[in-house]
């Protein structure tokens, strides 16, 4: 029986994050785009010392000040022990022991005899040990996706390294004897479009893919299957696969996964299109587990899939937390499906609130998929009509690129 779409993101996503390899240091500059494995804790005080927020005169006692000296950012800074002195500041400077107030250059004078005078503002100029930080505070917790923001904050602590979690590696392997690799369909052949599509969202949703580890396509016998199938899980922590995934008489995948010692995770689901799909577990050598995803051999089926349970279990994986379905406003009806979650191709508007259903939508079309930001997801036994919020589940893009 198709298991709830909903219950088989959940169920990929636990499979995944139960799998999720062993922490690994990695330096700063190769971290972009793992997750910490362990939450990120501040070393010092930030900042470490009191720390000049302008360019100005750091002063003791009463004015006009005699200047004294000179602190630049880097450099420590000697006490200031008498009243009526005061030293140059840089920004970004240590204060000296003994000032009182920091006044801003812009806001300052200096007499003929050159002592400086002014009046400090209110609020002092400087920022305090611990102001952003106390010595152990965590930071950010284990989990977190680690983007060039969090990098800049674990070199501010003064990491050279950081825990992060290992990045899955992904193969694909392409079956059916009727698929070209290269030029036009014709005489009862099709273009494979699943190898150049599957592998570059593999790889926005963090997974690393060899090129030698796309496969296909490959033979449609029991035998060549279980080989493909066995090369891929040698090289990969997920295997997806596209075809075979019902019991015709060349769909090769369930025997090829009965040989393999394979468990399913999920053997179909009950949504549409797509619903063929299926994630399975395979024993790996070191001890965890592999993973085997089965996508359909139809081209929207075989994304529907591939958003519906790998990104889940990449994402358990990684470490990280299952994404949240944001909501959208519909601008057209979508309907239902019956007893299965539908999930329909749509493009939102610039703010990201509101969604219309794309045309050209058919299970083995891209054309739809070409211009869509993501599916909108319509509950089994209901419809939606215009205006409904409804949740919307977003195709994997590259930071910066817009729904």
Same mark, same amino acid.
């Given at each position: 029986?198709?298991? =709830?779409?909903?219950?088989?993101?959940?169920?990929?996503?636990?499979?995944?994050?139960?799998?999720?390899?062993?922490?690994?240091?990695?330096?700063?500059? +190769?971290?972009?785009? &793992? #997750?910490?494995?362990?939450?990120?804790?501040?070393?010092?005080?930030?900042?470490?010392?009191? #720390?000049?927020? /302008?360019?100005?005169?750091?002063?003791?006692?009463?004015?006009?000040?005699?200047?004294?000296?000179?602190?630049?950012? $880097?450099?420590?800074?000697?006490?200031? @022990?008498?009243?009526? @002195?005061?030293?140059?500041?840089? @920004?970004?400077?240590?204060?000296?022991?003994?000032?009182?107030?920091? /006044? &801003?250059?812009?806001?300052?004078?200096?007499? %003929?005899? $050159?002592?400086?005078?002014? #009046?400090?503002?209110?609020?002092?100029?400087?920022?305090?040990?611990?102001?952003?930080?106390?010595?152990?505070?965590?930071?950010?917790?284990?989990?977190?996706?680690?983007?060039?923001?969090?990098?800049?904050?674990?070199?501010?602590? $003064?990491?050279?390294?950081?825990?992060?979690?290992?990045?899955?590696? %992904?193969?694909?392997?392409?079956?059916?004897?009727?698929?070209?690799?290269?030029?036009? !369909?014709?005489? +009862?052949?099709?273009?494979?479009?699943?190898?150049?599509?599957?592998?570059?969202?593999?790889?926005?949703?963090? *997974?690393?893919?060899?090129?030698?580890?796309?496969?296909?396509?490959?033979?449609?016998?029991?035998?060549?299957?279980?080989? *493909?199938?066995?090369?891929?899980?040698?090289?990969? =922590?997920?295997?997806?696969? #596209?075809?075979?995934?019902?019991?015709?008489?060349?769909?090769?995948?369930?025997?090829?996964?009965?040989?393999?010692?394979?468990?399913?995770?999920?053997?179909?689901?009950?949504?549409?299109?797509?619903?063929?799909?299926?994630?399975?577990?395979?024993?790996?050598?070191?001890?965890? !587990?592999?993973?085997?995803?089965?996508?359909?051999?139809?081209?929207?089926?075989?994304? /529907?899939?591939?958003?519906?349970?790998?990104?889940?279990?990449?994402?358990?994986?990684?470490?990280?937390?299952?994404?949240?379905?944001?909501?959208?406003?519909?601008?057209?009806?979508?309907?239902?499906?019956?007893?299965?979650?539908?999930?329909?191709?749509?493009?939102?508007?610039?703010?990201?609130?509101?969604?219309?259903?794309?045309?050209?939508?058919?299970?083995?079309?891209?054309?739809?998929? %070409?211009?869509?930001?993501?599916?909108?997801?319509?509950?089994? =036994?209901?419809? *939606?009509?215009?205006?409904?919020?409804?949740?919307?589940?977003?195709?994997?893009?590259?930071? $910066?690129?817009?729904?």
């Amino acid at each position: 029986m198709p298991v =709830d779409w909903d219950k088989a993101r959940s169920l990929a996503y636990e499979a995944g994050r139960a799998a999720a390899g062993p922490a690994e240091r990695v330096g700063l500059a +190769g971290a972009d785009g &793992r #997750t910490l494995a362990e939450p990120l804790v501040a070393l010092a005080d930030l900042p470490a010392f009191p #720390t000049s927020s /302008i360019d100005g005169w750091a002063v003791r006692g009463p004015g006009p000040w005699r200047p004294v000296g000179r602190v630049l950012a $880097g450099n420590t800074a000697e006490p200031l @022990t008498e009243d009526g @002195t005061c030293v140059e500041i840089a @920004t970004g400077a240590m204060v000296p022991a003994g000032a009182a107030a920091v /006044i &801003r250059v812009e806001e300052s004078a200096r007499d %003929a005899q $050159g002592l400086v005078s002014g #009046t400090p503002r209110p609020q002092p100029e400087w920022r305090l040990p611990g102001d952003e930080a106390r010595r152990g505070e965590e930071l950010l917790p284990a989990g977190t996706p680690v983007d060039p923001a969090v990098l800049g904050m674990a070199a501010t602590c $003064g990491y050279d390294a950081i825990p992060v979690r290992p990045r899955p590696r %992904a193969a694909l392997l392409v079956f059916g004897d009727e698929l070209l690799t290269n030029g036009p !369909p014709g005489n +009862g052949r099709v273009r494979d479009s699943l190898s150049p599509l599957v592998p570059a969202w593999l790889r926005r949703y963090g *997974a690393t893919v060899d090129p030698a580890a796309v496969q296909g396509p490959v033979r449609d016998t029991l035998e060549a299957h279980v080989e *493909a199938i066995e090369r891929g899980l040698a090289v990969a =922590d997920v295997v997806c696969t #596209t075809g075979g995934t019902m019991h015709g008489p060349v769909d090769h995948l369930h025997p090829a996964l009965s040989r393999l010692h394979a468990d399913y995770v999920v053997n179909t689901v009950a949504v549409r299109p797509g619903f063929p799909m299926l994630l399975a577990r395979v024993p790996g050598p070191d001890g965890r !587990p592999r993973f085997l995803a089965g996508l359909p051999g139809n081209p929207q089926s075989a994304v /529907i899939a591939l958003v519906s349970l790998v990104a889940p279990l990449l994402a358990g994986l990684h470490g990280r937390d299952l994404p949240a379905l944001p909501r959208v406003e519909l601008t057209a009806p979508v309907p239902g499906r019956g007893g299965f979650t539908h999930l329909a191709l749509a493009t939102v508007d610039a703010d990201g609130r509101r969604a219309t259903p794309a045309g050209h939508v058919g299970s083995s079309m891209l054309r739809g998929l %070409a211009r869509s930001h993501g599916f909108v997801v319509v509950r089994p =036994d209901s419809q *939606a009509a215009a205006g409904d919020l409804v949740p919307f589940l977003p195709l994997p893009l590259y930071p $910066g690129e817009r729904p």
